[in-house]
Structures are given as structure tokens and as C-alpha cells.
């Protein structure tokens, strides 16, 4: 659905890079954790989306919800071509944390507005994105948003992602007044794209090491999720012999701290952040016991001995206590070396600023960017986050930090679309 609204001679400046966050900020937030849930679909998701119109609508852009239910804030004509796209996610991981996501969307508004208040004049069309569903926090794949739109998800397996409440996403997004049955690949869009820069919070402490406000990205890791699942037999924890028990649990942690070796030896990292336990009662030996291994490496061999030494292993301890054990890859990313040229064009834009040291680094973590970047050339921008924590409310940017990425992004969107 695309709302009418006008290009520069429309637009206007929208409220500042402050007063945007402050708006923001209580979106979400669960009050005992101070941690965000904004999750796909939901309530807090339609919150965020409809902060997200309020700034297109308060700057004269051209709103416009994409059939996969990313959201897009034109200037300019979106069907001219080579746009200058910039924006990030909205949503959260569980009790994640403020900047992991909003920082990328806020500094995308922020930058337009101090770019045009400058003076420049875009010869291209630009637009902010909101991407949906990038943390897979409810459904359990990453970037739903930017995977369907690059045709890197069908919508027939989309239509099968189910949350831990036995919602499936096509009737979450119906719930939300999102037709499922729109979803699907939109390469006509990504054709119309010449460049897409995502400004996020750096996770990690790179920045703050160097003592740099701003980073531009080189590559992000390889990295999957795989579900282990170990099989064993329910009985009475207070009735069974110990050498009676086919207890699934113990498999599981062994298969952690497995895990944790495996990683540590390659270099690599490895985590079992989420598990489900069937019955789940304090007095009964687990029939099943389903973890989520995330796994991350420099490069793809190191990736794959790491997720094979932990499958290895976790076999070899579901043997020893009579279990069965079934491994599903559930997602996967590959290395993603971002757009060298527009990478360089970057750093040859960010070098004017003889106040501004710009390093180029890798990351961990995966990005909509990442996704796009086979499609698109796309480039990320890194700002200092001094605790280097993320995916916890422990996250953090320092404002004068922030306002520094907003210039630069600033910077770059005038250098990419002001030619
Ligand atoms: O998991 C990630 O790296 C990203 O934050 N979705
Ligand atoms: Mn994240
Ligand atoms: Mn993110
Ligand atoms: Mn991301």
C-alpha cells in the first residue's frame, strides 16, 4: 500500500535524533527485565511499525509496507532505480537490548534530515527500511524480511515457521492484518536498489579498543543455527535406579560444554542459548531435550569442523546413555564479504572527515545487509558500542557517538546519491 507524500520540495525536517529515541525508546520494553521484546507480529511490532509511518508521514516521504512487511520511507521516485537505501530492523532478540536494530533505523532518519538540511540535493531516490523480523526471536529464523524480499526463503517455507505457541507466521501476520498469502521474492525492488548502508551498534568491543567512534564492515562470519534433539524415556525422578534411566538431560550437557571445547580449539564460538524440555516437570526425567546450537567461525572449514566435532560428540554421549539424538541445520548464512567497491567508496567518503578515524572490521553477527548482499551492493556501518554487549539490555552507545554515525552516514548518503 503505498501513501502519497512528496519528494524534497515536500519534505521536511522531522524531530531530532534525541526526541526520535526518546519516542521510541519505551516501545517494547518489558518492565521487569528493562530488556526489549519486541517480537514479529505481535503488539509491540505493530508499535514500532506505526513509529515507523509517523516519521515518513512527519517528513513528507513516501510511506509503503512491501508484501513481505518490510516498510520502506521514499524520497524521490521509487520507481526511478539505483536508489540509496539505508535502515535496519526494529525488532528484538528476548530482553535485548535498546540499539541492536532502532540505532540503524533512528540514525537512517536522522541522516536524511541532516543531509538535506544542509543543502544537498539527491539525484537519486533514497529511502529508510524498516526490515521485519530480522532476529527471528518468535518464529526462529533470522531475517525473515530480507530473505523472503531476496528470495533466500520461499513462501512455502515461510508459511511452516511456527512460534513456540504453535502460532504459525501466516497466522501471525493475519492476526496483523498482513495478507500471507502476499509474501514472497520481490526482485523487481531489489533491482531499483544501486546501494543499501546499514548503520548498526557494534557487537563487540573493536571500536572501543581503537578508541574509534565509527567502523565500516569488511565481512560477517558464517554462522547457523542447528536443533539437537535428544530422545530418551519420561519415568519418576524420585522412583528410577540411576542405571535404570534413559535420561536425555545428561547427553545435552555434556553436549554444552562440548560445545564450548569445540569452539575454543578452532577459534571459533559456539552457544546453546535456548532449550525445551518435554515434560519439563521438576519430578520427571525428561523424555525429550531439544537445544539450539549457534555457531560461528572465521571461515567455513573452521565453521564445519566445529559443528561436526559437537555432532560427534553429542552422538557418542547419547550412545553412552541409551538415547537417540536427531541434528536439523534449521538456518544457515554463508560469509558474507561485503560490496568491496562500495566498501572502498565509503572509506574514500568517511577519509574527508580529517576528524574521523573509520577502521574496517568483521563481524560475529548476522545483518539484514548480509542477506541482501549477493542482491545489492551493501555496505554496514559500525558505531562504538563501549560495553561491547549486545542481544542484552546491557547494550550501549554513547549519544555523542551516535550523532557521530549519523554524520557519517550523512556523509555517505550525500556522497552516494548527491553525485
Ligand atoms: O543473530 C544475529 O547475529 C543477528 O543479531 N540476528
Ligand atoms: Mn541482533
Ligand atoms: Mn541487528
Ligand atoms: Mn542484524
Redesign the pocket.
Known amino acids: 500500500m503505498t501513501q502519497h507524500g512528496s519528494g524534497p520540495a515536500g519534505w521536511r525536517a522531522g524531530t531530532s535524533f534525541q526526541e526520535m529515541w526518546r519516542d521510541l525508546l519505551p516501545v517494547g520494553r518489558h518492565p521487569d527485565s528493562r530488556g526489549y521484546r519486541r517480537f514479529a507480529w505481535t503488539g509491540a511490532d505493530a508499535e514500532c511499525r506505526d513509529w515507523f509511518r509517523e516519521q515518513a508521514e512527519a517528513r513528507g516521504l513516501v510511506h509503503e509496507l512491501d508484501r513481505n512487511g518490510n516498510q520502506w520511507a521514499w524520497l524521490g521516485d521509487p520507481e526511478a532505480g539505483d536508489a540509496v537505501v539505508t535502515g535496519s530492523h526494529l525488532d528484538s532478540?528476548p530482553d535485548g537490548g535498546a540499539f541492536?536494530g532502532p540505532l540503524g533505523v533512528v540514525s537512517s532518519f536522522a541522516a536524511l534530515d541532516e543531509l538535506l538540511t544542509r543543502g544537498a540535493r539527491p539525484t537519486k531516490p533514497l529511502a529508510v527500511v524498516n526490515f521485519g523480523d530480522?532476529?527471528?526471536a518468535r518464529f526462529g529464523l533470522?531475517?525473515v524480511g530480507s530473505r523472503l524480499t531476496a528470495g533466500r526463503l520461499t513462501a512455502e517455507q515461510a508459511h511452516r515457521l511456527t512460534d513456540g505457541d504453535g502460532v504459525t507466521l501466516p497466522q501471525a501476520m493475519e492476526a496483523a492484518g498482513h495478507d500471507p498469502d502476499a509474501i514472497g521474492a520481490d526482485p523487481e525492488r531489489l533491482a531499483r536498489i544501486g546501494a543499501f548502508v546499514e548503520l548498526h551498534v557494534e557487537?563487540g568491543r573493536a571500536l572501543d579498543l581503537s578508541g574509534d567512534r565509527v567502523g565500516v564492515a569488511s565481512a560477517i562470519w558464517p554462522?547457523g543455527r542447528w536443533r539437537f534433539d535428544f530422545r530418551g524415556e519420561a519415568n519418576h525422578a524420585g522412583t528410577t535406579r540411576l542405571t535404570d534411566r534413559r535420561d536425555p538431560m545428561l547427553s545435552y550437557a555434556e553436549t554444552v560444554l562440548a560445545a564450548r571445547r569445540e569452539a575454543q580449539l578452532a577459534g571459533a564460538v559456539a552457544t546453546f542459548g535456548k532449550i525445551s524440555v518435554e515434560p519439563n516437570g521438576v519430578n520427571a526425567i525428561p523424555s525429550l531435550v531439544r537445544g539450539w546450537l549457534?555457531s560461528r567461525a572465521a571461515d567455513q572449514d573452521t565453521l564445519d569442523t566445529v559443528v561436526a566435532g559437537v555432532e560427534k560428540a553429542a552422538r557418542a554421549y547419547a550412545d553412552a546413555h541409551g538415547v537417540d539424538l536427531d541434528v536439523v541445520r534449521e538456518s544457515f548464512t554463508p560469509v558474507v564479504e561485503f560490496d568491496h567497491a562500495l566498501r572502498d567508496e565509503l572509506a574514500r567518503i568517511l577519509g574527508r572527515d580529517a576528524e574521523l578515524r573509520v577502521p574496517v572490521l568483521g563481524t560475529?553477527?548476522?545483518?539484514d545487509a548480509g542477506i541482501l548482499s549477493d542482491r545489492v551492493p551493501t555496505a554496514m556501518l559500525f558505531v562504538r558500542n563501549p560495553t561491547g554487549v549486545s542481544?542484552s539490555p546491557a547494550e550501549h552507545a554513547a549519544e555523542d557517538d551516535c550523532l557521530a554515525g549519523v554524520s557519517a552516514l550523512a556523509d555517505v548518503l550525500e556522497g552516494l546519491a548527491c553525485t
Not at 364 to 367: P, S
Open positions: 532478540v541492536d530480522e532476529e527471528g533470522a531475517c557487537q554462522h549457534d560475529g553477527a548476522g545483518h542481544h
